[in-house]
């Protein structure tokens, strides 16, 4: 017998206590293997405007391409200390930042490799449902040929990519709606 | 050609992301269809929180101060399923609400309500083998809020879960049977309706502790998988 799915709500605007006790800004602690990057996502409604009360969660590979989890039965290193998950509200800006590694590349099931990136959640006031993306580096030559961005039409490629500004930080706004509207996924 | 391993959820299981009588939809929901992805390893693995330590009296909410909080002492409980009924075994379940006057222990909430210097209003535990959890908490009141003229939320238990997956995260809102501001609420009436029932716990006359609390009941069920994933 099929059971009906529990629909999704909004998180709310008052969402406090236990869910920002699992706060995770640092997801890689020293030791942890691969090179150190810093993430700093906002959030934007249709008009541009920031979105004060949204809360992200990232999830990634390690930097050797393996993810922390059962599903993932692949001889590649784990990372003590690295689960690869994230969680932080945005601040006053509008902004979640993070500290990680750069994850690895994972595969795609029909052969090779995706592009590394980082697999994002939004949640907010106003959003009934989550809303998932995908955070890639701007310049990776992996880029070129990842599955993923390929179903994507190549004017709206760059909603996904992360730049690096002058201070070595990966930017990505996420645009909820209007004419930046992000790419987001059914996964 | 794509793997599914999760099944894809069907189109009138969850509101729509544009649902205009709750505003703040409008400027906020995406109107660009969200693309498909097939199941790679970033959908089906996620975060699982196996090394988070949780304390025991997480999940009793009546315990969490130095007294007991004012309002009506309520046993939450249910079982996290997939969609064939089959548990979700050590899922950690988190939870958040307002106190029994309707006042969210938030700095954001501004409603003229007392704040309950015992009430802090937020849980979590993580479910056994069988998926089965238990809270202990409060009646959480109804309150107003500024969607619509005279609009009230009807009493609710905002729940959040990860399950198994990158692809199975879900947050969600659990009401009360019989709530007359259910059929005024915009938030509760953007599901479908043939699925709004399911954000319904149900009275639990058995599960209720004599002379101490009544019991609410109130299942979550999660995607499940396909029972023969497409090879590619």
Redesign the interface.
């Known amino acids: 017998m099929s059971h009906g799915l529990t629909p999704s709500q909004t998180i709310g605007p008052f969402y406090f206590g236990t869910v920002t006790k699992v706060y995770h800004q640092q997801l890689a602690p020293p030791g942890v293997a691969g090179e150190r990057i810093e993430l700093a996502l906002t959030v934007h409604d249709a008009d541009g405007a920031i979105v004060p009360d949204s809360l992200i969660e990232i999830w990634q590979a390690n930097s050797h391409g393996r993810y922390n989890h059962p599903e993932d039965r692949r001889n590649l290193p784990l990372d003590a200390g690295f689960e690869g998950y994230g969680r932080v509200s945005v601040d006053t800006q509008g902004c979640a930042r993070f500290s990680s590694v750069k994850p690895g590349r994972v595969p795609w099931p029909e052969g090779g490799l995706q592009a590394p990136h980082v697999n994002i959640s939004v949640f907010a006031r106003g959003l009934l449902n989550r809303v998932a993306t995908r955070l890639y580096f701007d310049g990776d030559p992996a880029n070129a040929e990842d599955p993923v961005l390929k179903l994507v039409d190549p004017a709206r490629r760059a909603t996904l990519l992360a730049r690096k500004d002058d201070k070595g930080v990966w930017r990505l706004p996420i645009h909820l709606g209007g004419p930046k509207e992000t790419v987001f996924f059914d996964c | 050609?794509?793997?599914e391993i999760y099944r894809?959820?069907?189109a009138d299981?969850?509101?729509?992301?544009l649902?205009p009588e709750?505003k703040?939809?409008?400027?906020?929901?995406?109107?660009?269809p969200?693309?498909?992805?097939?199941?790679?390893?970033?959908?089906?693995?996620?975060?699982?929180?196996a090394?988070?330590r949780l304390d025991a009296l997480?999940n009793d909410l009546t315990q969490q101060r130095s007294g007991e909080p004012l309002g009506e002492r309520i046993v939450v409980h249910g079982r996290v399923?997939?969609?064939?009924?089959k548990p979700v075994p050590k899922a950690i379940v988190?939870?958040?609400q307002?106190n029994a006057a309707g006042r969210?222990?938030?700095p954001?909430?501004q409603h003229d309500a007392p704040l309950d210097p015992n009430f802090?209003?937020?849980?979590?535990v993580r479910a056994d083998e069988d998926g089965r959890y238990q809270f202990i908490t409060i009646k959480p009141g109804a309150y107003p809020w500024k969607n619509h003229h005279n609009a009230w939320r009807p009493a609710h238990i905002?729940f959040?879960l990860f399950g198994p997956?990158?692809?199975t995260?879900?947050?969600?809102?659990m009401y009360f049977p019989n709530d007359p501001l259910l059929g005024f609420d915009p938030?509760?009436n953007?599901?479908?309706e043939g699925?709004?029932h399911?954000?319904q716990s149900s009275f639990d006359m058995e599960a209720t502790r004599p002379e101490w609390a009544l019991a609410y009941k109130f299942?979550?069920?999660?995607?499940g998988r396909n029972a023969t994933p497409m090879e590619?």
Not at chain 2, 24 to 32: D, F, G, I, K
Not at chain 2, 219 to 223: E, F, M
């Open positions: 050609m794509s793997k894809r959820a069907p299981a969850h509101p729509p992301n649902s709750y703040s939809t409008v400027s906020r929901a995406p109107r660009q969200a693309i498909v992805l097939p199941h790679t390893l970033s959908e089906i693995t996620g975060p699982l929180l090394t988070e997480e399923l997939d969609q064939d009924g988190e939870i958040w307002c969210y222990h938030h954001g909430d802090y209003g937020g849980g979590r905002h959040s997956a990158f692809a995260r879900l947050i969600t809102q938030i509760y953007s599901v479908p699925a709004r399911r954000l299942d979550i069920v999660l995607r590619g």
